[in-house]
């Protein structure tokens, strides 16, 4: 089983209207975890749609915390692309296991003249 989850890097931000700091843009990853510890990540931006913005749910920038980015990523994220993403990082999980079996074969110009 593959536990998945979002990090984030770093946030893209502007002035909107009356609203300072926006967050418009997610820079991150998606990191994938198996039972062995087998793990890898995809890097990923990601545009946020910003098409309605009120003070009662604005949330200042400062306030901000990574499980409400990583909400916003869910919730802006279509199934689809989320499948995508897991699909791409599962596959990437299973070479470890697939490659585990094929032996490193020395350099050939590392070999001594016999």
């Known amino acids: 089983m593959i ?6 890097s770093s946030l893209k931000t502007e ?3 009356n609203f300072k700091d926006v967050v418009v843009q997610f820079d991150g990853y ?4 198996d039972e062995n510890g087998k793990n890898t990540t995809l890097p990923f931006s990601w545009d946020f749609e910003v098409n309605y913005l009120n003070q009662t749910d604005f949330i200042d920038y ?3 915390t990574p499980d409400i980015i990583r909400s916003w990523l869910e919730s802006q ?3 689809y692309e989320q499948n995508y993403q897991k699909n791409t990082l599962a596959n990437l999980i299973s070479n470890f296991y697939n490659k ?5 074969k020395g350099l050939p110009w ?3 003249n016999k």
């Not at 536990?3 to 984030?8: A, D, G, L, R």
């Not at 998606?30 to 975890?33: D, F, G, R, S, W």
């Not at 585990?100 to 490193?104: A, L």
């Open 62 to 64: 400062d306030n901000l």
């Open 110 to 112: 590392n070999k001594k």
């Open 3 to 8: 536990q998945y989850s979002y990090h984030v």
């Open 30 to 33: 998606l990191y994938a975890i």
């Open 100 to 104: 585990s079996n094929i032996e490193p």
């Open 15 to 17: 002035d909107i209207d």
């Open 77 to 79: 994220i279509s199934d």
